[in-house]
């Protein structure tokens, strides 16, 4: 079966360097480049399903954003945050040597593709936003501040998907495999006192400055990405699970009326976020990136 390489780039912060380890996928010579960025709290393996799929027809790239998965952790907590994220995939880019790449964001994956595709000369040629826009709902921030980075740990790989999946309803239905195969990568090996066990993999820290988020916060944040939104040029595709607690219909629908004018797919049964896991999420990736 086909399977990823795992590589790694230098990326520069305040206080120094550190790594963002990154997926491979495909023919590396491949002149055309797809980058699927993961949500807030996951990582690069969630698109194995997805870049199975597009392989060949891309060189797929799969980053674990910094302070997830095989990335480093940052020094200073507030650093985890947009303008970071998008410096990151600058020097990932570079290191990819591709003046064009088409770019699936899930939730955060989705923010940090929203923020780089507004730059000037951005590079980002088609732009797959799945469950994100400028507009993140109170009840969603709500809702994650009640697990992201609280100390958990688990005896065994199917108790931490028990506990995962009860916090992951959004995600929609799936088979035992298929959840498997989600939970594995989000796991790193706790021994505690000789027992063997499992925690998330990736660095508490990241829910700091969620946390942090006040209404002004937020309210400003909002202004700003609207701004990044409505200077897309890439052609933009807004994928919606019809029950999402972050991306409301209203807000999709201002999507579809301004900016690059996204053209909107719901799916029924999914809330925050479709994971492309299912055979019509792909199918309606696949059909935006490269036709039937």
């Known amino acids: 079966m086909n399977e990823p390489r795992l590589r790694q780039v230098q990326c520069l912060d305040p206080r120094g360097l550190h790594r963002m380890a990154y997926w491979e996928w495909g023919d590396a010579h491949n002149p055309r480049v797809l980058v699927c960025v993961h949500g807030l709290s996951r990582q690069g393996r969630d698109f194995d399903t997805l870049a199975r799929d597009l392989c060949s027809h891309y060189r797929v790239i799969c980053p674990d954003v910094v302070g997830r998965g095989r990335s480093d952790w940052l020094v200073d907590a507030m650093g985890y945050g947009l303008p970071m994220y998008v410096a990151d995939m600058v020097t990932l880019l570079a290191r990819l040597d591709t003046e064009a790449v088409d770019w699936v964001g899930t939730s955060m994956g989705g923010l940090i593709g929203l923020a780089l595709a507004a730059l000037e000369r951005s590079p980002i040629r088609q732009l797959v936003l799945n469950d994100v826009g400028p507009v993140v709902q109170p009840a969603f921030v709500q809702r994650l501040s009640t697990y992201l980075g609280v100390p958990v ?140």
Do not use: C, N
Not at 231 to 244: C, Y
Not at 255 to 266: D, E, F, I, K, L
């Open 153 to 292: 740990r688990w005896p065994t790989v199917d108790a931490a998907a028990d506990a995962l999946q009860a916090i992951s309803s959004g995600f929609g239905p799936h088979t035992r495999d298929e959840w498997l195969t989600l939970t594995r990568p989000q796991l790193v090996a706790d021994e505690l006192d000789g027992q063997p066990g499992f925690k998330p993999h990736y660095d508490p820290a990241i829910a700091v400055a969620v946390r942090a988020m006040t209404p002004a916060i937020a309210a400003a944040g909002q202004a700003m990405l609207w701004q990044m939104y409505d200077r897309i040029a890439a052609r933009t595709l807004l994928l919606r699970g019809e029950q999402s607690d972050l991306l409301d219909a209203e807000t999709a629908q201002l999507m579809s009326q301004r900016g690059p004018r996204a053209a909107v797919h719901t799916f029924a049964g999914v809330g925050h976020a479709p994971t492309l896991v299912a055979a019509e999420q792909r199918a309606a990736v696949r059909r935006f990136l490269i036709g039937p």
